[in-house]
């Protein structure tokens, strides 16, 4: 069968009612899951695992490509609505779209979310269907210092964007960093600062860090605001506004950028969406023409973000097909799912079940436009939670948390890191500290030095490979140019002042 | 906070100051203790102890280049209203603090459920809910909705205490029909 | 304050009927309510698909569902020691592998050999060392011949050091072949490493590279192996090179030390019966798992012992521990 009687098989499969069902299904549960702080996608796949032994392949395999593409949007609204990014990808949204909230452009914000996202998804789902099969050769031509200098470039934009002070933010991701090497470190098997205690062996999860510097912080600290009686306002049902073609037409500047680094980076492997949203919010920032407003609520981060997620997805879907390695670990539970039906992502996958590939590739497209209705019905659910009294919701925030964090690993030290991490993110917030650097240290710190240490083995300690391969060079390169370039500009702008020729 | 903003004004300088000094000791302690403390480090190789030991150098960096910054700008008026803090109700911050912390060795001992029902209660209690008998439904409620999303659906087994908790909480589990 | 009295009244009825039934449900058939199934490695592993066809299968001979949470962690410690921390009436179980039992003569698990009840052994996989179909080595021999006058030049993909990985090739260069390990604890990331021709052979077992194999992208030159496997019939195995290291990797469950003996048996009935269903038998096979794995109670006690006891010893022998 030719690509285009395959396309078009694959749409017959998707569009069947049963089959189209499960989509959705799918979609809300992974709206819901990516929302829900403490509940990951990769609870929402596991949760659906035992239906799909029920159901045939393709519907199982829409199922989870819902709640994959809906999981990754999930976590804007929570963002948006309450401060609470639902995953570390979610964070640069959720400085921009609460900041968007509480200026009073809620509805605005939840619907610009929704459309850039399906945006970003539809077209890296396209790109996914056209480009997959010659794409494994390019990525087994990526070692080790590639991936290194992708989770670099991840670092560099995540202190760019503080802008207050760089050296706080360096000791901030620094100190992340570090918080991520406690435990038994993965590559010689030896304690690191654990102090011979069992819950410091087990190391730091990030979802946990992230999870308590946020959500915990904010609770507190809307809770405990001198004269609240807790009894709370009722506060405005928000509404969800899907922008019009001009409110577009003013941010496509920064919809093109998103999309560019989220496809870009989406095919390099590496860290996927949570660098990829964090890349492209520094590189929103540089471009933009007031950076300083940034954080304070501007349209364009929150859409290039947002864009450049989901315009990632594809990329990590490529990689579990094509190669048969998982990008992610909502991707290695989907494989694990893939497997267990007896469908086995690698190499052999085009010629074996080329129609399910299809299905699958054209259901990727289709969720994402499926996911603007799907999204609009979730955010108005979650909406209507800003209207339940802040004791109420603040309790079952935090019981939340536990629970999320206890579920991660079925762990105690958990909770008490959840406990630990939360008290430490209202101080931070109190002494002005960045947190989002600390969080990025946490995830990146380990794949940053596994990716390091491995290429030095392999390369017998010359540093210098990461700037003689061409790709990793010039990835380290773009990142160092992302961190010096304001400062460059600055000079510039002074120079021209004082000669004004 | 008060005695912290009053203490701001009055010492502006001495804050400023220890935030650096803290974590350039920090950093250089780190270093030591890593040093020290982690290894082997077989011959040829960076070992174990390297990855921490760059952090740690790093943070030490980070924190003298900001303790230059500081000392710099000294003298120099702070910017106004860098620091716009909401004034905050410390007695409650100080016992909902407490209750984060606590409610996590009473979900060890008492199990998941009671403990919930428990931290639900006198969170809402403490964040100015009055209505009794709405604490009581979302309480019990919710810890119900909770056990059922989580044990039942979803497969985590949440801690079911120790000692005769343990029984309880199980036997709680077989009334709700969750085991 | 009525009210409060009250509240307390009511409480302590409702503690003494908790009480009262707790202690009727408490002799009871064994098992009598679900199972907790720990996988101490993570979703979508090759351990966590063990765990849950083995769980699914087992349910219909146990009649009680055998829900599994993973735990990974500190090479599978972190379950493992959950398992030891709850209570000895056999309703938690979990998954046990040869990289964790590395763990004990290593130093880093905190328990003894003779702390847990060794249930059945499951899979028995021995490891191969893996190059690229069209790279520069097509024979063991040559791997071998290259590492010998260029001691160090072969890069082999690895778990990590002190692990068994790092034991067989350590055994290998005290044969006069050195290799270079090139840890990556991310299996997804090590066989790209292979497949891109950045390391020049994985060390790996069979199960786990699959889809490789069936694109003829990998192929295997050597096995770990007192003899040659029967799904590889041309690949020799290193006791006919004279290179006297097995270590195979091997899959099973384990429960906590002191579980009732007659519990051990329902349990080790049950999962033998569950291993005899042809959808284990062909999920089995497509892992490369060696036709006789299934191993009972007491003949796989002896055995773990005697797997450790080598472990340890080549250990001490290269210096890894003291």
Same mark, same amino acid.
């Given at each position: 069968?030719?690509?285009?009687?395959?396309?078009?098989?694959?749409?017959?499969?998707?569009?069947?009612?049963?089959?189209?069902?499960?989509?959705?299904?799918?979609?809300?549960?992974?709206?819901?899951?990516?929302?829900?702080?403490?509940?990951?996608?990769?609870?929402?796949?596991?949760?659906?695992?035992?239906?799909?032994?029920?159901?045939?392949?393709?519907?199982?395999?829409?199922?989870?490509?819902?709640?994959?593409?809906?999981?990754?949007?999930?976590?804007?609204?929570?963002?948006?609505?309450?401060?609470?990014?639902?995953?570390?990808?979610?964070?640069?949204?959720?400085?921009?779209?609460?900041?968007?909230?509480?200026?009073?452009?809620?509805?605005?914000?939840?619907?610009?979310?929704?459309?850039?996202?399906?945006?970003?998804?539809?077209?890296?789902?396209?790109?996914?269907?056209?480009?997959?099969?010659?794409?494994?050769?390019?990525?087994?031509?990526?070692?080790?210092?590639?991936?290194?200098?992708?989770?670099?470039?991840?670092?560099?934009?995540?202190?760019?964007?503080?802008?207050?002070?760089?050296?706080?933010?360096?000791?901030?991701?620094?100190?992340?960093?570090?918080?991520?090497?406690?435990?038994?470190?993965?590559?010689?098997?030896?304690?690191?600062?654990?102090?011979?205690?069992? +819950?410091?062996?087990?190391?730091?999860?990030?979802?946990?860090?992230?999870?308590?510097?946020?959500?915990?912080?904010?609770? +507190?600290?809307?809770?405990?605001?001198?004269?609240?009686?807790?009894?709370?306002?009722?506060?405005?049902?928000?509404?969800?506004?899907?922008?019009?073609?001009?409110?577009?037409?003013?941010?496509?500047?920064?919809?093109?950028?998103?999309?560019?680094?989220?496809?870009?980076?989406?095919?390099?492997?590496?860290?996927?969406?949570?660098?990829?949203?964090?890349?492209?919010?520094?590189?929103?920032?540089?471009?933009?023409?007031?950076?300083?407003?940034?954080?304070?609520?501007?349209?364009?981060?929150?859409?290039?973000?947002? *864009?450049?997620?989901?315009?990632? *997805?594809?990329?990590?879907?490529?990689?579990?097909?094509?190669?048969?390695?998982?990008?992610?670990?909502? *991707?290695?539970?989907?494989?694990?799912?893939?497997? +267990?039906?007896?469908?086995?992502?690698?190499?052999? +996958?085009?010629?074996?079940?080329?129609?399910?590939?299809?299905?699958?590739?054209?259901?990727?497209?289709?969720?994402?436009?499926?996911?603007?209705?799907?999204?609009?019905?979730?955010?108005?659910?979650?909406?209507?939670?800003?209207?339940?009294?802040?004791?109420?919701?603040?309790?079952?925030?935090?019981?939340?948390?536990?629970?999320?964090?206890?579920?991660?690993?079925?762990?105690?030290?958990?909770?008490?890191?959840?406990?630990?991490?939360?008290?430490?993110?209202?101080?931070?917030?109190?002494?002005?500290?960045?947190?989002?650097?600390?969080?990025?240290?946490?995830?990146?710190?380990?794949?940053?030095?596994?990716?390091?240490? *491995?290429?030095?083995?392999?390369?017998?300690?010359?540093?210098?490979?990461?700037?003689?391969?061409?790709?990793?060079?010039?990835?380290?390169?773009?990142?160092?140019?992302?961190?010096?370039?304001?400062?460059?500009?600055?000079?510039?702008?002074?120079?021209?002042?004082?000669?004004?020729? | /906070?008060?005695?912290?903003?009053?203490?701001?004004?009055?010492?502006?300088?001495?804050?400023?100051?220890?935030?650096?000094?803290?974590?350039?000791?920090?950093?250089?302690?780190?270093?030591?203790?890593?040093?020290?403390?982690?290894?082997?480090?077989?011959? @040829?190789?960076?070992?174990?102890?390297?990855?921490?030991?760059?952090?740690?150098?790093?943070?030490?960096?980070?924190?003298?280049?900001?303790?230059?910054?500081?000392?710099?700008?000294?003298?120099?008026?702070?910017?106004?209203?860098?620091?716009?803090?909401?004034?905050?109700?410390?007695?409650?911050?100080?016992? /909902?603090?407490?209750?984060?912390?606590? !409610?996590?060795?009473?979900? @060890?001992?008492?199990?998941?459920?009671?403990?919930?029902?428990? #931290?639900?209660?006198?969170? /809402?209690?403490?964040?100015?809910?009055?209505? &009794?008998? &709405?604490?009581?439904?979302?309480?019990?409620?919710?810890?119900?909705?909770?056990?059922?999303?989580?044990?039942?659906? !979803?497969?985590?087994?949440?801690? &079911?205490?120790?000692?005769?908790?343990?029984?309880?909480?199980?036997?709680?589990? &077989?009334?709700? #029909?969750?085991? | 304050?009525?009210?409060?009295?009250?509240?307390?009244?009511?409480?302590?009825?409702?503690?003494?009927? $908790?009480?009262?039934?707790?202690?009727?449900?408490?002799?009871?058939?064994?098992?009598?309510?679900?199972?907790?199934?720990?996988?101490?490695?993570?979703?979508?592993?090759?351990?966590?698909?063990?765990?849950?066809?083995?769980?699914?299968?087992?349910?219909?001979?146990?009649?009680?569902?055998?829900?599994?949470?993973?735990?990974?962690?500190?090479?599978?410690?972190?379950?493992?020691?959950?398992?030891?921390?709850?209570?000895?009436?056999?309703?938690?179980?979990?998954?046990?592998?040869?990289?964790?039992?590395?763990?004990?003569?290593?130093?880093?698990?905190?328990?003894?050999?003779?702390?847990?009840?060794?249930?059945?052994?499951?899979?028995?996989?021995?490891?191969?060392?893996?190059?690229?179909?069209?790279?520069?080595?097509?024979?063991?021999?040559?791997?071998?011949?290259?590492?010998?006058?260029?001691?160090?030049?072969?890069?082999?993909?690895?778990?990590?050091?002190?692990?068994?990985?790092?034991?067989?090739?350590?055994?290998?260069?005290?044969?006069?072949?050195?290799?270079?390990?090139?840890?990556?604890?991310?299996?997804?990331?090590?066989?790209?490493?292979?497949?891109?021709?950045?390391?020049?052979?994985?060390?790996?077992?069979?199960?786990? $590279?699959?889809?490789?194999?069936?694109?003829?992208?990998?192929?295997?030159?050597?096995?770990?192996?007192?003899?040659?496997?029967?799904?590889?019939?041309?690949?020799?195995?290193?006791?006919?090179?004279?290179?006297?290291?097995?270590?195979?990797?091997?899959?099973?469950?384990?429960?906590?030390?002191?579980?009732?003996?007659?519990?051990?048996?329902?349990?080790?009935?049950?999962?033998?019966?569950?291993?005899?269903?042809?959808?284990?038998?062909?999920?089995?096979?497509?892992?490369?798992?060696?036709?006789?794995?299934?191993?009972?109670?007491?003949?796989?006690?002896?055995?773990?012992?005697?797997?450790?006891?080598?472990?340890?010893?080549?250990?001490?022998?290269?210096?890894?521990?003291?």
């Amino acid at each position: 069968m030719g690509g285009w009687e395959l396309f078009f098989t694959g749409l017959g499969n998707v569009l069947e009612p049963f089959n189209f069902t499960m989509m959705a299904t799918g979609l809300v549960i992974g709206v819901l899951a990516g929302a829900l702080p403490g509940i990951t996608m990769m609870n929402a796949i596991v949760l659906v695992l035992p239906f799909t032994y029920i159901m045939g392949i393709v519907p199982s395999l829409l199922l989870m490509s819902g709640i994959y593409c809906g999981g990754v949007f999930g976590g804007s609204i929570t963002g948006i609505l309450f401060n609470i990014p639902g995953d570390p990808m979610n964070v640069p949204t959720t400085w921009e779209g609460y900041k968007l909230n509480k200026k009073g452009f809620v509805s605005k914000a939840l619907g610009m979310a929704i459309m850039c996202s399906a945006i970003g998804g539809v077209v890296s789902g396209v790109l996914m269907t056209l480009l997959s099969p010659p794409f494994a050769k390019i990525a087994l031509s990526f070692s080790s210092a590639e991936y290194f200098a992708v989770v670099f470039m991840g670092m560099v934009s995540v202190v760019v964007i503080e802008s207050k002070s760089v050296s706080t933010a360096f000791i901030s991701l620094f100190f992340g960093m570090l918080l991520g090497t406690i435990g038994i470190d993965e590559i010689y098997g030896a304690p690191r600062f654990t102090f011979g205690s069992r +819950l410091l062996e087990t190391g730091i999860n990030f979802t946990i860090v992230l999870i308590g510097l946020f959500a915990i912080g904010e609770v +507190l600290e809307q809770l405990c605001e001198k004269g609240k009686t807790g009894e709370g306002v009722a506060r405005l049902r928000p509404k969800v506004h899907v922008p019009s073609l001009r409110e577009f037409w003013e941010i496509k500047g920064s919809l093109l950028r998103g999309l560019g680094v989220g496809v870009g980076m989406g095919a390099l492997p590496g860290a996927g969406a949570t660098v990829t949203s964090f890349v492209s919010y520094g590189v929103e920032r540089q471009c933009s023409k007031q950076p300083q407003l940034f954080g304070t609520g501007v349209w364009e981060g929150l859409v290039a973000s947002e *864009t450049a997620i989901n315009g990632s *997805t594809g990329g990590a879907m490529m990689h579990l097909f094509a190669l048969g390695i998982p990008g992610s670990g909502a *991707t290695a539970v989907m494989m694990g799912a893939f497997l +267990l039906h007896g469908i086995q992502p690698g190499p052999l +996958l085009f010629t074996n079940s080329p129609v399910e590939v299809y299905t699958i590739f054209v259901g990727f497209i289709l969720c994402n436009l499926v996911m603007i209705p799907a999204g609009v019905v979730c955010s108005k659910f979650f909406s209507e939670l800003m209207r339940v009294p802040e004791s109420i919701l603040g309790a079952f925030i935090i019981v939340f948390c536990l629970l999320g964090a206890y579920g991660l690993r079925n762990d105690s030290a958990d909770l008490w890191y959840m406990a630990l991490f939360g008290i430490v993110g209202y101080f931070m917030r109190r002494f002005d500290l960045p947190v989002p650097p600390l969080v990025l240290g946490v995830i990146l710190g380990p794949l940053a030095e596994r990716f390091f240490m *491995t290429t030095m083995i392999g390369a017998d300690n010359d540093i210098s490979v990461f700037f003689t391969r061409p790709v990793s060079g010039a990835v380290i390169i773009i990142s160092l140019a992302l961190f010096f370039w304001p400062i460059v500009k600055g000079h510039l702008k002074q120079r021209r002042a004082e000669n004004p020729a | /906070m008060n005695i912290q903003a009053n203490q701001n004004q009055k010492l502006p300088w001495a804050k400023a100051v220890g935030g650096p000094v803290f974590f350039l000791s920090f950093g250089l302690i780190g270093y030591l203790y890593a040093q020290l403390n982690i290894g082997p480090t077989p011959p @040829g190789q960076l070992g174990p102890a390297f990855w921490p030991k760059m952090c740690l150098l790093s943070i030490t960096l980070a924190a003298a280049f900001k303790l230059f910054e500081v000392l710099k700008q000294r003298g120099q008026p702070a910017k106004a209203g860098a620091n716009a803090l909401k004034a905050m109700d410390n007695r409650k911050l100080a016992l /909902m603090i407490a209750m984060i912390v606590l !409610v996590v060795p009473a979900i @060890g001992f008492l199990g998941f459920p009671i403990s919930s029902v428990s #931290f639900f209660w006198l969170f /809402m209690r403490l964040a100015g809910e009055k209505k &009794r008998l &709405r604490m009581l439904l979302i309480s019990v409620l919710g810890t119900i909705a909770l056990l059922y999303l989580f044990v039942k659906v !979803v497969y985590i087994p949440l801690p &079911r205490g120790d000692w005769i908790f343990d029984d309880i909480t199980l036997f709680i589990y &077989r009334v709700l #029909f969750i085991q | 304050m009525k009210r409060n009295g009250l509240n307390w009244v009511g409480f302590a009825l409702a503690l003494t009927l $908790i009480l009262g039934a707790s202690f009727a449900f408490g002799q009871e058939k064994y098992p009598s309510r679900p199972i907790d199934f720990i996988c101490t490695w993570g979703v979508g592993g090759g351990s966590d698909q063990m765990v849950r066809v083995l769980g699914k299968l087992a349910e219909p001979f146990l009649g009680v569902p055998l829900p599994v949470s993973n735990k990974p962690g500190a090479s599978g410690n972190s379950g493992t020691t959950d398992l030891l921390a709850a209570k000895t009436d056999g309703y938690t179980v979990a998954n046990y592998i040869a990289d964790t039992l590395c763990t004990i003569p290593s130093g880093t698990a905190r328990y003894k050999l003779d702390d847990i009840e060794w249930v059945v052994r499951t899979q028995l996989m021995p490891s191969f060392l893996f190059v690229k179909v069209d790279g520069p080595y097509a024979t063991i021999q040559d791997l071998l011949k290259t590492a010998k006058e260029n001691p160090g030049k072969v890069k082999v993909g690895g778990l990590g050091f002190n692990t068994i990985d790092d034991v067989c090739l350590r055994f290998l260069a005290s044969k006069g072949y050195r290799m270079t390990l090139v840890p990556n604890a991310n299996p997804g990331e090590r066989y790209a490493a292979t497949l891109g021709g950045h390391n020049d052979a994985l060390y790996e077992q069979a199960g786990d $590279i699959r889809q490789y194999l069936d694109a003829k992208q990998l192929k295997p030159v050597l096995v770990f192996s007192e003899k040659r496997f029967p799904a590889f019939p041309d690949v020799p195995c290193t006791k006919e090179l004279g290179l006297e290291v097995y270590l195979p990797q091997f899959r099973c469950i384990i429960a906590k030390k002191g579980v009732a003996p007659e519990r051990i048996k329902s349990l080790s009935d049950a999962f033998q019966k569950a291993m005899q269903t042809p959808e284990w038998k062909k999920f089995n096979a497509d892992q490369y798992a060696s036709e006789d794995s299934f191993m009972g109670p007491e003949q796989f006690r002896t055995w773990v012992a005697g797997e450790m006891s080598a472990l340890e010893k080549f250990m001490k022998e290269f210096g890894m521990i003291k």
